[in-house]
């Protein structure tokens, strides 16, 4: 039995070779790393730190847990119309693994490669499983949270729900066909950050942010840094299909508040809506902001409706 890798060996032999892509003077093996930063636009940072049994399922399949952790702090950068450059990663782990890690680097590497984002520094240390990564891109032109205004109409970019109605499915809680399975695997660990989307809208939009802890959470924090109301018409939700195969009449509420599903929320002046629908995206008008408290009323078929959940809460 060979003797388990250390921390040096963990970078050397797991994620040392990772491709070093745009502005990377010197990667992975230094001190720190040597970034060239463009010379034109922003910088767009995040980090999101991922802990086993509460963001995913210990015994979940190595490659599918770094996916998920490297797309949902995408997802961030393209809430902000930035497109990736490099990332960091820590690490901590209950015990080194060989066979685990090797799986876990394939499926961050590979979704590194997929989206054009380089590795370049981290550390490893032992503690209970949680992944936590840093994003950095570069943007010209901002989707920020603060721009909405009375008026404007509310647009999530794709259906809801589906990462939510798959989440029972994952914990085990719920047994379904291996067709199915395949479905709440990607709907949960595959998320699609909308850098398409919100590069085609980055010229129109008022105000954006990615859906991740519910869409009625979330349009929250835009209606508080807006200092606007919003009016969500329920019937108008794009539900997913997989939420309504996995959730049937709890479909709804899960797309209004379950979270995980990595869309845009979106808000646009009326005067530049006619601009929007003519870029043809599958974005769909789900209400109206007005002047208010930063309250999200919600109304189902013209009637008052209280949501189950708001959202995800982290404490």
Same mark, same amino acid.
């Given at each position: ?30 001190? $720190?790393?040597? %970034? @060239?930063?463009?010379?034109? *636009? #922003? ?57 685990? %890690? ?5 499926? =961050? %590497? ?23 990564? #840093? ?7 901002? =989707? ?14 794709? /259906? ?11 914990? *085990? ?8 399975? @395949? @479905? ?9 950050? #909308? ?46 299909? =997989? ?19 990595? @869309?845009? $929320? ?15 995206? /599958? ?18 078929? *013209? ?13």
């Amino acid at each position: 039995m060979g003797t388990a890798p250390g921390e040096f060996e963990i970078i050397r032999d797991f994620f040392a070779s990772a491709p070093q892509g745009e502005g990377v003077t010197l990667g992975i093996g230094d001190d $720190c790393a040597l %970034l @060239q930063v463009p010379a034109e *636009g #922003q910088l767009a940072t995040s980090m999101d730190t991922l802990v086993a049994g509460r963001h995913f399922p210990a015994d979940a399949d190595p490659s599918a847990i770094a996916a998920r952790a490297l797309r949902v702090n995408l997802s961030d950068l393209a809430a902000m119309n930035a497109r990736p450059l490099w990332f960091t990663l820590a690490l901590t782990l209950p015990h080194s693994d060989a066979a685990w %890690l090797q799986k876990f680097a394939s499926g =961050l %590497l590979q979704t590194a490669a997929q989206f054009g984002i380089s590795l370049v520094g981290g550390d490893t240390t032992a503690g209970p499983l949680s992944i936590t990564i #840093q994003v950095i891109g570069q943007t010209s032109r901002a =989707l920020r949270r603060d721009g909405a205004g009375p008026g404007d109409s509310v647009y999530v970019s794709g /259906p809801l729900g589906a990462a939510a109605a798959a989440l029972p499915v994952i914990l *085990g809680e719920q047994k379904v066909l291996d067709a199915t399975r @395949q @479905q709440v695997e990607r709907a949960y660990y595959f998320p699609e950050p #909308q850098f398409a989307t919100a590069a085609a809208i980055s010229e129109l939009a008022s105000s954006a942010l990615d859906i991740s802890d519910g869409l009625l959470a979330d349009l929250a924090h835009i209606c508080k840094s807006s200092q606007v109301s919003a009016d969500i018409h329920l019937e108008r939700l794009p539900v997913a299909p =997989l939420a309504q195969t996995l959730a049937g009449e709890r479909a709804l509420a899960m797309a209004a508040g379950g979270g995980d599903d990595y @869309q845009l $929320c979106f808000t646009v002046p009326q005067e530049k809506v006619e601009a929007l629908e003519k870029l043809d995206l /599958p974005a769909t008008a789900i209400g109206t902001l007005a002047s208010g408290d930063a309250q999200v009323c919600c109304w189902k078929n *013209g009637k008052p409706w209280r949501a189950p959940s708001m959202g995800y809460r982290h404490f």
